[in-house]
């Protein structure tokens, strides 16, 4: 599980507030958040202007570029735009400014998933794709500005993300398939069922992420790798498909 332990409370419910229109359960949100699910509820009691708090989190450097434009449901670009903006100040009467579902729903949208395979996503897919997707928000991608989240299944059937982190020494970098992985086995996993990467333009996972997947997938024929977009299916292979005659030692 990914630590999200710097973003404050109010960021937090801000996030509460996007993921619960994106329609994520309390729990999946309590489990993203690391926080309670009676904290969950409680946040989303509490009604939320959530698009000046993620746009003020942006300008303050909690999270990236990518991020914001991830969370307000616009393209990079606009977000930058919307940085640039002077940041208006606070009413103190009149009514708050209601954020546009419509913004949100779009999210929501996978038109590729309709004819991607008969049967349509289950919920652990779902949740799946979602937890691959919600991370990239948090992606430190300065260098490339290619902002990767990541998502694998456990044997245990939990669910845990990874997002890119790059280096001023370019080396150093790791992707998010890698974070994923490592995140999974640092806390107990040894197998993984399945995997989601999302990706700004549906790319697939590199090399060495295909072979780190690999060594930690029993059936590589049957552990899915759903590549995604913010707001598409792109294709779903399998790790098999991805790694043909692979290396193993074990
Ligand atoms: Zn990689």
């Known amino acids: ?30 489990t993203y958040l690391r926080i309670s699910r009676q904290s969950v509820a409680k946040h989303l009691k509490s009604s939320c202007d959530y698009q000046p708090e993620i746009i003020q989190a942006a300008r303050d450097g909690k999270i ?13 670009a606009k ?29 929501n949208a996978d038109p590729a998933s309709q004819h991607l ?5 289950s919920d652990t897919e779902r949740a799946l794709i979602q937890a691959a997707r919600a ?20 044997d245990d059937q939990r669910i845990v993300s990874g997002c890119n982190v790059e280096n001023a020494s370019y080396g150093l970098s790791i992707c998010a398939e890698r ?9 107990g996993a040894r197998n993984i069922l399945a995997v989601a990467v999302c990706t700004p333009d549906g790319g697939t996972p590199c090399g060495a992420c295909r072979q780190v997947l690999l060594e930690f997938a029993p059936e590589p024929d049957n552990c899915p ?21 692979a290396f193993r030692l074990l």
């Open 64 to 76: 990236s570029l990518q991020s914001l434009a991830y969370l307000l449901g616009v393209s990079e």
């Open 1 to 30: 599980m990914i630590d999200n332990s710097h973003l404050d409370a109010k960021l937090k419910r801000a996030i509460a507030h996007v993921l619960h229109r994106k329609g994520w359960t309390q729990q999946e949100i309590a």
């Open 117 to 121: 395979n008969a049967a349509p996503l």
């Open 79 to 107: 977000a930058r735009r919307i940085l640039k903006q002077t940041p208006k100040e606070p009413k103190s009467r009149g009514r708050p400014t209601i954020p546009k579902p419509h913004i949100l729903n779009q999210l």
């Open 135 to 154: 991370v990239r928000a948090f992606a430190y991608a300065p260098y490339s500005n290619y902002a990767v989240g990541a998502a694998v299944l456990t």
């Open 225 to 245: 790798v759903w590549v995604v977009k913010p707001d598409a299916i792109v294709r779903r292979y399998t790790l098999a498909e991805l790694l043909p005659h």
């Open 179 to 187: 974070a994923a992985v490592f995140n999974a086995i640092a806390s």
